[in-house]
């Protein structure tokens, strides 16, 4: 089942809020047009904001309701800090959200649709509301809740990872990053880094032995994992989908044992969504779409690009669809 579902064109908004990241990439070097674009969206209420905490006090000061749209420019981080203070207020009474590509990395922005740079996407909107411009399409998709049971409130986000998947992230902050590599091709570099890797069959630091426990049915599955990951997304990094779960449910949930038998020959169809003989014969490999699950044992877990830590169970499960703006 796909993670995401087309539906009517949208009502123009009662209110819009934009909640603008400075510090973002491609905000960093084009902040002062994305400023005058913003401001020319008639009754909308811009608030620049670039820490968690500022984010979520941008979005409970803005007080959008159903009818509203809350557009978020930054990159997959910014997105999820914005989508976590949302919903924390209730998936029910969300607003329509237009997430625009602006950071450093942008995955989740692209995989529901919106490719166009921040500026196009500002004057394509603004042409939307002034009947200069067709309207925009709806995606309705669901959102990840995880909920640690040392945290007092949930956080939400679009991808959830542990295992190889930190260390491919860190990898990118400390060697690629640096060097001035921008946009998608840095966060690529990583991740073909990660694959080149594990090409090599040895162990390295960027192929840990993360050990969990997964609650996927009547028998938990504890192992060392090479990597664990759920999504509500339908295509990954470089058009990648390592899932190959048949069950109809909102999120992709795969895991690989570290160590795993035959897994070089196992790869590119595991990056193509495709499951081989020893794949679905063998424990060492995990594929499901579902609702919900509890992790136990992880230290630490990724959601959207941000890395948190955990001290206790993570509950994993899906939040009702978000109505999501495509342009």
């Known amino acids: 089942m796909s993670a995401s579902n087309s539906i009517d064109v949208p009502p123009r908004p009662g209110r819009i809020g934009i909640v603008l990241n400075p510090g973002s990439g491609y905000v960093r070097r084009h902040l002062q047009p994305l400023r005058v674009c913003a ?5 909308a209420t811009v608030i620049e904001a670039s820490s968690e905490a500022q984010i979520t006090h941008a979005v409970e000061t803005l007080q959008l309701g159903r009818a509203d749209l809350l557009v978020v420019i930054g990159g997959d981080g910014t997105l999820q800090a914005a989508l976590t203070a949302l919903l924390r207020l209730g998936p029910l009474v969300a607003p329509y959200v237009l997430a625009l590509p602006a950071g450093t990395t942008n995955m989740s922005a692209a995989d529901l649709g919106v490719r166009s740079k921040p500026l196009a996407a500002l004057e394509r909107l603004n042409g939307w509301l002034t009947d200069q411009a067709p309207a925009p399409s709806l995606s309705a998709r669901a959102v990840l809740q995880v909920s640690d049971a040392d945290q007092a409130q949930p956080r939400f986000g679009l991808f959830f990872g542990a295992g190889a998947i930190i260390s491919g992230v860190r990898y990118f902050h400390t060697r690629v990053r640096p060097k001035g590599v921008r946009g998608a091709l840095g ?59 048949r069950e109809k449910a909102p999120m992709h949930f795969t ?21 081989n003989e020893t794949m679905r014969h ?10 919900h699950t509890t992790i136990d044992d992880l230290t630490e877990y990724l959601l959207d690009g941000e890395i948190f830590s955990s001290h206790g169970p993570l509950h994993l499960s899906t939040t009702p669809p978000i109505r999501f703006i495509v342009l």
């Open 39 to 43: 401001a020319r969206i008639a009754d």
């Open 187 to 245: 966060p690529s570099l990583a991740f073909v880094r990660l694959l080149l890797a594990l090409f090599r069959g040895r162990e390295h630091s960027l192929l840990p032995a993360t050990p969990a426990r997964l609650h996927l049915g009547p028998h938990p599955l504890q192992a060392p994992w090479l990597l664990i990951l759920g999504t509500t997304l339908n295509t990954l990094l470089l058009g990648s989908t390592p899932y190959w779960g």
């Open 255 to 275: 895991a690989i044992a570290h160590r795993a038998p035959r897994l070089l020959p196992s790869l590119l169809p595991l990056l193509r969504g495709k499951s």
């Open 282 to 291: 063998n424990e060492a490999y995990v594929s499901h779409n579902l609702s």
